[in-house]
């Protein structure tokens, strides 16, 4: 079982940039995929972005391509998610998320952080 705690949520204004962060415990980090998945106010939880238990490969939803990237920090076991020209439409509670290394990159996720709010005001 993996621990996760996100951090680096807030209010921002749109055109505006956050970075999220994601510190896991508990078992082996390197061997899973890491995941952000969001969740809009009345609306279901969709997958952001996610990064291979290497780091060497990443896929992002392509309402994000271009403004968000993950990463990952091994040594100090944390993922992150920097997030720019952030917009009225990003407002969302973000999660982390752990699965598996070789399942798909939407799905198979097994442990989950409690989320922290990002609010991009317009």
């Known amino acids: 079982q993996v621990q996760l705690v996100e951090s680096g949520g807030g209010l921002v204004q749109a055109g505006g940039s956050l970075r999220l962060s994601c510190a896991a415990s508990g078992r082996t980090f390197g061997v899973y995929n890491m995941g952000w998945f969001r969740q809009p106010p009345g609306k279901e939880r969709e997958v952001v972005a996610a990064i291979t238990w290497s780091g060497d490969s990443t896929n992002y939803v392509d309402s994000v391509k271009g403004r968000f990237t993950i990463s990952r920090d091994r040594a100090s076991n944390r993922v992150y998610l920097q997030m720019d020209s952030l917009k009225a439409e990003d407002t969302a509670t973000y999660y982390c998320?752990?699965?598996?290394?070789?399942?798909?990159?939407?799905?198979?996720?097994?442990?989950w952080g409690q989320g922290t709010q990002v609010t991009v005001s317009s």
């Open positions: 998320a752990a699965g598996p290394a070789g399942a798909p990159w939407q799905s198979g996720y097994h442990s």
